[in-house]
């Protein structure tokens, strides 16, 4: 059992540890936001329920919590060698749009909205912001100019770069290896490079860009969520989070920047990190075309708290394989807790009820493990199945611990099925009863193009929807 302390997996120093911030009752946090040239997909969106998750239990815990995200829309190229295809320019090519900042802008703008919908859907508490890149290019030259003076840049053809070898403990985020094959691909995409790791600060593009000191172009990927980190949070802070991708580039290179432009180590105190959703065995992903949206779930009958659901089955550090049979059980199972949970009466329940302590005891002791959901679920089926508690007390505690899951047990209401349907599945029972199960089907079907289910059971049909 957890002693009550809130142990966090930090990916700098590979083990769980105590968290305390770095200023009392306050926690300030960067979550890396998406870059917003197409929809996200629900890989994407696995890193905002876990981080979404890690804010609620700060909070539950007592915390104010400042939590802050950035919305890449500038400077982001395919490659982590700083080379390739700009994503937003891929985005403004996809769509037949002129190449400009105006219309590179309305495109973040449009697909920012939708990222915030699928945010919205799946009970995600909106992180302050979300900031435009492009609205802080000043802070990325203020920094810039701060290691161009202390001399930790150079200049090659093409831009700035970071000259990695003037930091001793690069990599100290992944400690410090890399494969020597990856490493050789970094050298021939760019042979000016002195080190294969030195990374881009500023790229030029005499054709579309920001005015610099050193000519027109865009700051680099990742001097953008430093600038806006240290604006937001300050030179330190408590937790950055993001996927497990940003590790070994984007995060090592945030640490890199960020330290050696302010001087004072460590620039974020935890990073934490969040796995993979992968699908048929092999890395979600929008460049392999090998994905799935929000939208595409809910056109498959799969509610957005299922899939969140379904996340909190699993540690958010753990692989997760994505299937359509898993995701079925996942809305029965969810289905079942919110019919159980609407049979405890009214809400708020009469009378008050209170929150059981023994259970938020055992709740919490899973929970402050590292964020341990699957083990929290178990003790929320406990509950409800324990019938030596009376159904107020249930239903407190219930809420008390979707403070943290999130999985809107407060906004449930039990939903009145018109006359039509219920004369449907009425229909239905007495053709089954008749054994015409011809017409059955076909009534099944009508009730289904409703929006509805009919499940049959040993009370009775029992109607729900889709």
Known sequence: MNSGKLLLFNTLSREKEEFAPIQPNEVRMYTCGPTVYDYVHIGNLRSYVFADVLRRTLEYLGYKVK???????IGHLSSDADSGEDKMTKGLLREGKELNLKNMRELAEFYTEKFKGDIKKINIKMPEGPYFASDYVKEDIELLKKLEKKDYTYRTSDG???????MPDYGVLWGGKRDIDEGQARVLENPEKKNPKDFALWKFNPNIGFESPW????????IECSAMGIKFLGEQ??????GIDLIP??????????????????FVKFWMHSEFVDIRGARMAKSAGNFFKLSDLIGKGISPLTYRFWLLMASYRTKVNLNMEALEGAEAALKRLQGLYLALGENPPAGGGKVRAEYRAKFQSYLFDD?????????????????????????VTILDFDKVLGLG???????????????LAQEREEARQKKDF???????????SLGYEVKDSADGPKISRM
Request: hydrophobic content about 30%.
């Open 67 to 73: 939590q802050v995200m950035n919305i890449t829309d």
């Open 160 to 166: 700035i770069y970071f000259e990695t070898s003037k």
């Open 215 to 222: 000519g027109k172009g865009f700051p680099g990927w990742h």
């Open 237 to 242: 802070f408590d937790i950055h989070t993001g």
């Open 249 to 266: 580039t984007h995060h090592t290179n945030e640490i890199a920047q960020s330290e050696s432009a302010t001087g004072k180590k460590p």
């Open 371 to 395: 964020l341990d959901t699957p083990r929290a679920l178990t003790v929320l089926w406990e509950l409800i199945k324990d019938e030596k508690i009376s159904k107020a007390d249930k239903k």
């Open 409 to 423: 047990f407060a906004d449930l209401k039990e939903e009145k099925i018109s006359e039509a349907v219920k004369k």
């Open 438 to 448: 011809k017409k059955s089907d076909e009534l099944r079907v009508k009730i289904n």
